[in-house]
């Protein structure tokens, strides 16, 4: 009589397994069909509403975030599947630096954790062979998240996979801001040791010399899109935010001027196969709109 | 009995009815109660901004005040298809669009927003066929022309932004006419975006910085987001950053339009094509916007 608990354990665990394999195998049948139409290339998602999920369910205050997690976990194994190459997120903005100190520092220590569990061997980064990215002003962090963030990017270096950029300390803003930066130290730091003034009279050749010069000096958008540092990867055809807002909250708005953009009401944690899949049917539709319109050019 | 039924009827006729038709004929708005309570709604709103400037605010009204948007953006799409779906040419479409803008912006301004923005050309519009391209920029000609005395009777200020390099000379003499009879007025301004690209705008205002740090004016450390908002197109208003962006026919994209500017934007995309984008819509999309929580990344 003992036995039974035991064996009525196993038997559901069986059970949970099986249905497991059933909805893995439907799931994956779903992608395949999803395939026959165009794919994004480039996933971005705002995880929005892990707090008002901590309150709803009634969890203390912490909780939201690594249910929060979870469901990254989640979705980054369906980008996986589907054949998505990039994926970004916007884990912590620097706006969110102005919340209570209490709480920027739980969400620091979470963030160390699962940025040092990404280095164990099981973490699913050497399981799907994604290579990681930690865009943002990582300066503004404290130096064992940093040191952490730099040790994924290098243990990762040689991963091709799928490419998983996290934007942690990240303003759209700020980034364009760094990039303008860069560029003009790069263009003009070794002019400043070549600026003589020329005394003697300029003669055209020496003129036309001087205008090809003040054009090299001139900033390009080139100059510009290869200091951004997003431009790891292409813009995002999509992005996805969730918990119902509508706005970008200083996400990517250089990247996203021609993306799809979704926003399904779920709170974040709450967030499952059925918004994405809507998001990439979305995409599909008007993709094919769009090409057409670019075939008319 | 008979009092007390013609008491209420009189309190009804009162408050309701006369109002309610007064209001429905000066906004063209359909009859019905669910219009009525919108725009008193609405109104209540204003006049509590305004009530609440001679008392000290506690937390929550200042939070109440800030619920009419400063700056509205809209991107004007859907005028094909809307004529398509009529069986009418395209720029019978972009006729009714422009008729649309025309009437939306007046009913904007009248009920308290200071700046309009509209998308009307993008550096990307170039590139449809031709006899569309011109029709639109023929468009443009006769409106700048035919609108001038509202402008100016109005007080509205226009100010055009984008890339003036591919404009016709006639359109951008036209242009720079309206923007200097009405550039000293206050308070009120549309901006109109006619070859105008986010990109751009951004690129543009970096190049500027670029070229000031090049010549000594400033230092590389000063550059940041205040220096960028100076040198943006969007420097010629008072209220550059839009709180809200309407983008008609459904599309969710920002196609390009303020990038830099969007970044806390509400975003707000209706199902309706422009032209049928009404009194009643633009009502629907405030009602929405004063539901928002607005946080900036901080906790509320």
Not at chain 1, 53 to 61: D, R, T, V
Not at chain 2, 133 to 158: G, T, W
């Amino acid at each position: 009589m003992a036995e039974l608990p035991g064996q009525i354990k196993r038997m559901s665990g069986g059970i949970k397994q099986l249905l497991e394999q059933i909805f893995g195998f439907s799931r994956r049948c779903l992608f395949r069909i999803i395939s026959m139409g165009p794919i994004p290339n480039h996933l971005a998602f705002i995880m929005d509403g892990n707090r008002r999920y901590a309150k709803k369910c009634g969890l203390e205050e912490g909780s939201g975030h690594k249910a929060g997690f979870s469901a990254l976990m989640l979705m980054l194994q369906y980008c996986y599947e589907l054949g998505i190459q990039y994926v970004t997120i916007y884990a912590f903005s620097i706006d969110n630096f102005r919340r209570q100190p209490e709480e920027v520092q739980s969400l620091m220590d979470l963030m160390l954790e699962k940025i040092k569990s990404l280095l164990e061997k099981e973490s699913i980064v050497h399981q799907y062979g994604i290579r990681v990215y930690f865009i943002g002003n990582l300066a503004l962090l404290n130096d064992q998240v940093r040191a952490a963030a730099e040790k994924v990017m290098n243990a990762t270096a040689k991963n091709s996979r799928v490419v998983l950029l996290i934007c942690i300390a990240y303003n759209s803003t700020d980034e364009i801001l760094q990039a303008v930066k860069k560029s003009c130290i790069n263009k003009y730091t070794y002019n400043i040791e070549a600026s003589g003034s020329y005394k003697h009279e300029d003669t055209d050749s020496e003129i036309e010399a001087k205008d090809i010069e003040n054009q090299e000096k001139k900033i390009q958008l080139v100059d510009i899109e290869e200091n951004m540092q997003m431009s790891v990867a292409p813009n995002p055809d999509i992005l996805i935010r969730s918990s119902g807002e509508t706005r970008l909250s200083n996400f990517l708005l250089w990247q996203t001027g021609n993306s799809q953009l979704c926003f399904p009401a779920a709170l974040w944690p709450e967030i499952g196969l059925r918004h994405l899949v809507w998001a990439i049917l979305n995409f599909q539709r008007s993709h094919s709109y769009l090409e057409k319109r670019k075939k008319q050019l | 009995m008979l009092s007390l039924f013609s008491v209420v009827f009189t309190f009804l006729a009162l408050f309701l009815l006369i109002p309610g038709l007064f209001i429905s004929r000066r906004l063209r708005l359909h009859f019905s109660l669910k219009n009525i309570i919108r725009f008193y709604k609405i109104t209540a709103s204003k006049y509590g901004d305004e009530r609440n400037d001679e008392r000290p605010m506690g937390e929550k009204e200042k939070r109440a005040k800030n619920r009419m948007p400063k700056h509205v953006a809209v991107i004007l799409d859907g005028n094909r298809r809307w004529a398509e779906k009529r069986g009418l040419g395209t720029s019978d479409g972009h006729e009714a669009g422009v008729k649309r803008l025309m009437e939306n912006a007046k009913d904007c301004f009248a009920m308290g927003t200071n700046t309009i923005s509209l998308f009307a050309f993008s550096t990307e519009n170039w590139e449809r066929p031709e006899d569309e391209v011109n029709c639109l920029m023929a468009l443009f000609k006769k409106h700048f022309k035919s609108e001038m005395p509202y402008f100016q009777r109005d007080k509205i200020k226009i100010s055009v932004i984008g890339n003036r390099a591919k404009i016709s000379q006639s359109l951008l003499g036209l242009i720079e006419e309206v923007e200097e009879a009405t550039k000293s007025y206050e308070g009120k301004q549309l901006i109109i975006a006619i070859d105008y690209s986010g990109r751009f705008d951004i690129l543009q205002a970096c190049k500027n910085l670029a070229t000031k740090v090049k010549d000594g004016l400033i230092q590389v450390e000063d550059i940041d987001e205040k220096a960028m908002e100076n040198e943006l197109m969007t420097k010629c208003s008072e209220f550059p950053n839009p709180d809200l962006l309407i983008r008609t026919s459904g599309e969710q994209r920002i196609s390009n339009f303020f990038l830099w500017q969007s970044a806390y934007t509400e975003l707000y995309f209706p199902n309706v094509l422009w032209p049928d984008f009404g009194e009643a819509e633009y009502l629907d999309a405030l009602t929405w916007y004063q539901q928002r929580q607005r946080r900036f990344g901080r906790r509320v």
